[in-house]
């Protein structure tokens, strides 16, 4: 095996791993499930697994796409995992597919396919982060969020803030409210845009209420 490492070699396999972590570094700003590491890892090691199946094939002969096929069904495992249920909600498909993207980018790298490998990162960086953008302002794209509201006026609040709220068009789960001497404090759940996570927001702390917010995922 005389060309066991070389500097094409090296250079593919440390192309696929920066891909790989300028994808993971929009995944870790957006604080999703796939961070740097792990987009980094799989570009990486679809590259290697695919220099690999070439490498065997020419040194002992057989179909040089057999180890590289296998990389498709594992990737599929691996998207699964970070795909998690909770509240009705599904979340992950974005980094699921994204991983499955990765992989792609990390076996045209490790096939010798550079400027494929480039190109596909810097489109797919681009869907994420300009279409993730135009998904918010335009308030396609939808999120789970907890709310908190803390009222001085007990006068009717829980009715007139639950009326708001479905005025909005928003529909709240997990409804909870209590009352003291001093204030009221409602809490909620609900699949909110970040229009309308705004106008919750602006609207609450017009009337002195404060309202408190964040992501369940």
């Not at 992950?92 to 990390?106: D, H, K, L, P, Q």
């Not at 001093?182 to 229009?195: L, S």
Request: proline share 3%.
């Amino acid at each position: 095996m005389p060309h066991d490492l070389t500097v094409a070699l090296v250079g593919r396999l440390i192309l696929a791993a920066v891909l790989g972590a300028i994808i993971g570094l929009e995944r870790e700003l957006r604080h999703e499930p796939s961070g740097i590491r792990t987009n980094l890892l799989i570009c990486f090691g679809s590259a290697l697994f695919t220099t690999i199946s070439y490498v065997m094939a020419s040194d002992v002969g057989g179909d040089h796409t057999r180890i590289a096929a296998q990389i498709i069904p594992g990737i599929g495992f691996i998207g699964a995992g970070v795909v998690l249920r909770e509240r009705g909600t599904v979340f992950g498909i974005t980094s699921a597919s994204t991983i499955f993207v990765i992989a792609s980018i990390g076996m045209a790298a490790g096939a010798g396919m550079i400027l494929t490998s480039i190109f596909a990162t810097f489109l797919c960086l681009g869907a994420l982060i300009f279409i993730g953008y135009l998904e918010d302002k335009f308030g396609i794209h939808t999120h789970l969020m907890a709310f908190r509201l803390v009222a001085k006026d007990n006068r009717d609040f829980v009715n007139r803030a639950h009326q708001f709220i479905l005025d909005a068009g928003i529909e709240p789960r997990s409804w909870r409210a209590h009352s003291t001497e001093a204030d009221t404090t409602i809490e909620f759940e609900a699949d909110v845009t970040k229009p309308q996570e705004r106008q919750l927001l602006t609207r609450f702390s017009q009337i002195g209420v404060r309202c408190d917010a964040h992501p369940l995922h």
